[in-house]
């Protein structure tokens, strides 16, 4: 069956004649160009398996229900289309650099970009809104899928079997859009020599699906907001990736995989999220050298606070130090539980312990070391006891 372009149209702005089904072709070959820009037409519009070799024109069109299942066509320009219930596109075959254009939509119910549909081109549903779900599980997009902006009122499943890969920026741009539910990545595959997923600014009212073993390139994350822990990932995939996955360090993506664990109650995940983070930062964040050695200083001592039973283990090493050096220094005159004394007495803060009978040969060299370097135990050993004590009380005003 044939049938032109301009018959199309006629029909749809003569709806009024159309029964309550609207107008339904199946296995069509459209002929010149199908342009139903501007039409508004209160009916459904159903092309069943339809072919046509010019772009498919919907810009600013209206319809109750769109069903384009099984086209094959160059592309589709659908800028501001709008649509009551369903835009279906299961199973089409667009093959045009720009395979759907389709900037500020307004869907009143789904978009179904499933079920074997593929693009060779971009497609951009940016900007648009849609009140239930973008499906787009099986399909296969082959010049990128632009989301950015985009507002979904249930949930976007990009999943089982959904395969994206080129575009300009990203395989997946999705900057700045709300999805009211459920983002679900599950078993999709997503790929890039560069940025594969770009989640910035992201707002995902329910859970988040990421396996990052879908994903073959880099993820960007800053400003990414989930509720709930996020699924299909453990806390060490996610330690693994934020740090070597993401093309920068950024503080947010951290803060809310944190805050996610501590509202689960999951104190121990918390922490070691928190320390990565700190390792991450000093890697790769703006910090200056002697920041960056500080922090060192700081992670290896107390763990950045969030470890502060380090500042002990270094305690434990300074006293062990100290009773070393009086022992084979041979300048301490006393017994040697009293030399074990005067090392403890000499070394650590606050706790005395007997040892008034040890006097040490200070006309010696070997003397003159033990106290030099008594000296410099002690400020360690009260460093890292004032450490201890300043990171105990930091996690004990963080956790309550």
């Known amino acids: 069956m044939e049938i032109t372009g301009d018959e199309i149209r006629r029909r749809m702005i003569e709806h009024e004649s159309l029964g309550p089904g609207g107008l339904k072709l199946v296995g069509a070959t459209i002929t010149g160009q199908l342009d139903l820009s501007d039409v508004v037409a209160k009916k459904p519009l159903v092309l069943h398996d339809c072919t046509t070799e010019s772009p498919v024109v919907l810009s600013r069109a209206q319809f109750s229900l769109l069903d384009l299942r099984g086209l094959v066509a160059p592309a589709i320009e659908a800028r501001g289309l709008a649509v009551d219930h369903h835009l279906r596109l299961s199973g089409a075959r667009l093959s045009g650099a720009e395979s759907i254009d389709a900037l500020h939509m307004r869907i009143g119910g789904s978009v179904y970009l499933d079920d074997g549909f593929h693009a060779t081109g971009s497609v951009t549903l940016s900007g648009s809104r849609v009140a239930g779900v973008l499906a787009c599980q099986g399909g296969r997009f082959e010049g990128g899928l632009n989301l950015v902006d985009l507002h979904v009122g249930d949930a976007i499943f990009l999943s089982h079997g959904c395969e994206v890969s080129g575009g300009a920026h990203s395989a997946v741009r999705m900057r700045g859009t709300h ?15 560069g940025v594969a997923l770009d989640l910035r600014h992201m707002s995902v009212g329910k859970e988040l699906f990421l396996p990052f073993e879908c994903v073959d390139g880099q993820v960007q994350l800053e400003g990414l907001t989930y509720e709930g822990l996020p699924r ?47 390792r991450d930062l000093r890697r790769r964040g703006r910090l200056s050298r002697w920041g960056r050695v500080w922090h060192l200083i700081r ?29 084979t220094s041979g300048a301490v005159r006393c ?42 135990l002690q400020v360690l050993a009260w460093a890292f006891a004032t450490l201890f004590v300043a990171g105990f009380t930091g996690l004990v005003r963080r956790n309550a």
């Open 179 to 193: 999805v009211d539910g459920q983002l679900i990545f599950r078993r999709g595959r997503f790929t890039s020599p």
């Open 232 to 278: 299909d990932a453990t806390v060490d995939d996610w330690l693994t990736a934020l740090p070597t996955r993401t093309p920068y360090y950024a503080t947010q993506p951290w803060t809310q995989l944190a805050a996610a664990h501590a509202a689960a109650g999951h104190e121990r995940d918390v922490r070691r999220i928190r320390v990565a983070q700190q």
């Open 299 to 327: 992670g290896v001592t107390v763990g950045h606070g969030y470890r502060p039973g380090l500042a002990l283990v270094w305690l434990a090493g300074v006293l062990a130090v100290s009773v070393g050096v009086v022992l």
């Open 335 to 376: 017994s040697v539980v009293e030399q074990i004394g005067y090392a403890l007495n000499v070394a650590t803060p606050l706790v005395k312990v007997d040892a008034a009978r040890c006097t040490v040969d200070v006309t010696s060299g070997a003397g003159q070391l033990v106290l030099a370097s008594t000296w410099l």
